[in-house]
């Protein structure tokens, strides 16, 4: 009876163990080997994809961020022109204090502007001083729709801490499965130094 039980209780491990594999943060929410059309860095101009990029190596020489910037100050911005197409075309950025739904000047103050010229590598760059709070980032081309991105600076995002949490809670739960399991077999007598009397 006791085999049948350890053997339970470690299948039972196993499994949640794998499934705690498949929901870690690192394997499904990665960035990195992701398809353009599932970027979500990547936004649509007209028909053209544009691709938006942050980097502040003054606090991480090589991480790259896209809407969760995670300190405050100088900021570099890069826009990575995808179609050829955009390369022959004015494009301009504009970085909005504020997310831009209101007329309100103090609301909308632009903090950086980088006006519509021709970029025939293919990339507009740009720098920024940025503070806690919400941004909106317009990228224009002349006769297209903008594409907008909105940039969330050393804001708490409680979703992603919420997945960072995930793999560490379901240990948690298989360690607290298995001792019980353990501690019900009998499998813990002689073992553990907090017998039950």
Known sequence: MCGFMNRRVIQAALIALLVGAGLSPNTVWAHGAVSLEDDICVRRMGGNMVHFSAYQPQFEPKAQYCTDIPDVG????????????????????????????????????????????????????????????LY???????????????????????????????????????????????SKSGGLRGRWPFRRT
């Open 74 to 133: 100088d900021t570099f911005l890069v826009v990575d022109l995808i179609d050829p197409s955009l390369r022959t075309m004015p494009v301009g950025v504009r970085i909005i204090k504020g997310q831009g739904e209101t007329e309100s000047e103090e609301e909308n103050q632009t903090v950086a502007y980088w006006k519509p010229t021709s970029h025939p590598d293919g990339v507009v760059r740009g720098e920024a001083n940025l503070e806690k709070g």
């Open 136 to 182: 909106k980032v317009i990228i224009t081309a002349e006769g297209l729709s903008p594409s907008y991105y909105l940039l969330k600076v050393q804001q708490v995002d409680y979703s992603k801490a919420g997945r960072k949490a995930v793999g560490p809670i379901m240990v948690v739960l298989v360690l607290a499965l298995i001792w019980y399991e353990m």
